[in-house]
């Protein structure tokens, strides 16, 4: 169930290097920095269920059922105007509702959510008064690039509305300004 391939976080902080003499022209418009988190995962993995009425299997009690595979789901993926939430993340009309008094034979696992990529990143400035006093501005950006990250995938058969459809979407890019005062 966490079966994520590929896992990718890369930090930075960088001094940028503008007004680094000592003077006036350093402590107003010296001492910035640039960070940033860059992270990437592919989907981690996925069953397919069925949980409609399967003339008396599972029937809402404990784990449903599986639906049947009559095709490949990650082939003939066509997006078209679509009624529900995104993009379509396999093929629905591969999987079929089981045969009566069976669980069907979609394999465990056998589907990936969609990978996810963000990038976050701040630029802050120190202002020193004293030895141990100083003040500290900061602007900060979360999915700076606002690029579209999926949350899971609805993985139930039995409604066709929006299967196989995401269930939601991560944040959009969020701004924020904030100030900090050391003594």
Known sequence: NFDQRHIVNLSWVWDVPIFKNPGFANKVLGGWQYSGIFSYSTGAPYSV????????????????????????PRSGIVQSQLDGFGPLFGNPNAFVTPRGLTFGDSG???????????????????????????FEF???????FNHTQWNGVNNDQSSPGNFLQPSGAHRARTLQFGAKFIF
């Open 49 to 72: 269920v069925f949980s409609g009425d399967n003339a008396g299997v599972a029937n809402g009690v404990g784990s449903s059922s599986r639906p049947d595979v009559i095709g490949d």
């Open 138 to 144: 900061r602007a900060e950006a979360f999915n700076v």
């Open 108 to 134: 465990r696992n056998n589907m990936r959510n969609p990978n996810r990529s963000n990038f976050d990143m701040a630029l802050f400035k120190h202002f020193k008064f004293t030895e141990t006093s100083g």
